[in-house]
Nanobody, 121 residues
Framework: QVQLVESGGGSVQSGGSLRLSCLAS????????MGWFRQAPGQEREGVAR???????TYADSVKGRFTISQDKEKKTLYLQMNTLRPEDTAMYYC???????????????WGQGTQVTVSS
């Protein structure tokens, strides 16, 4: 079983930055995908960024050039550096983990509880 715990959310003004972290515990395996998703009230969950153990990376168009996903495999920690934040980035942000194919399918097995990001104008 894999547990994921997010941290780093908060409230910032438009144009500000935040760095989210996701600590994984348990047997995540040697080959896997991880990702960040977000969900705003009344909206569907959307993928923000994904990464594999080989550092294949993909971003949603809405965050390209502003957000950066990275990982420290020794620390089993996933990061999301968010710069130039906008009010429309306001959402609950979730970390997810799954097999390598999840990078393509978007279907992840494990999810964290989420961390709230609020951006004010």
């Amino acid at each position: 079983q894999v547990q994921l715990v997010e941290s780093g959310g908060g409230s910032v003004q438009s144009g500000g930055s935040l760095r989210l972290s996701c600590l994984a515990s348990g047997d995540i395996g040697s080959t896997y995908s991880m990702g960040w998703f977000r969900q705003a009230p009344g909206q569907e969950r959307e993928g923000v960024a994904r990464i594999t153990t080989s550092n294949w990376i993909t971003y949603a168009d809405s965050v390209k050039g502003r957000f950066t996903i990275s990982q420290d495999k020794e620390k089993k920690t996933l990061y999301l550096q968010m710069n130039t934040l906008r009010p429309e980035d306001t959402a609950m942000y979730y970390c997810a983990a799954g097999p390598l194919r999840a990078y393509y399918s978007g279907v992840f097995n494990y999810w964290g509880q989420g961390t709230q990001v609020t951006v004010s104008s």
